[in-house]
């Protein structure tokens, strides 16, 4: 008998072992797996933050984009005033100008008239000689 409990004593012993080599096993398939994804974390981590520099550059650029296209709408805005002025002027001009050449116009009339009559006058003295 008691060879007996010393060979169930040996048995259970070697289940034990086998049962602990077994969760051993698996909880160094628990920690590489923790590992795995401890290594999966930081990578992402660091992603997340080259993504937020990335979009911290983007708002950057876009803020800039905004101001020059300010900048960009109120030199248009001035150069529309300058062509409106400009347009102003050249229209005073225009009205002078046809102003001149009416006056021009009359006066041509005039002294195509006046050398009709001169030419006329000089016909009748030669006439008269």
């Known amino acids: 008998m008691e060879n007996k409990v010393y060979e169930l004593l040996e048995k259970m012993y070697v289940e034990m072992n086998e049962k ?11 920690n590489n797996r923790l590992n795995n994804l401890e290594e999966g974390q930081r990578n992402l981590e660091k992603r997340q933050l080259n993504l937020e520099e990335g979009q911290k ?8 984009l905004e101001q020059n296209q300010v900048k960009l709408e109120n030199k248009i805005d001035s150069i529309k005033d300058f062509l409106i002025q400009v347009e102003s ?39 008269i000689k």
């Open 20 to 30: 602990f080599s077994n969760l051993e096993n698996e909880i160094k398939t628990i």
């Open 57 to 64: 550059q983007i708002n950057e650029r876009l803020y800039k």
């Open 89 to 127: 002027k050249n229209a005073e001009r225009h009205l002078e100008i046809i102003s001149k050449i009416n006056t021009l116009e009359k006066n041509l009339t005039v002294i195509e008239a006046v050398s009709g009559k001169n030419m006329t006058d000089i016909a009748i003295l030669k006439s």
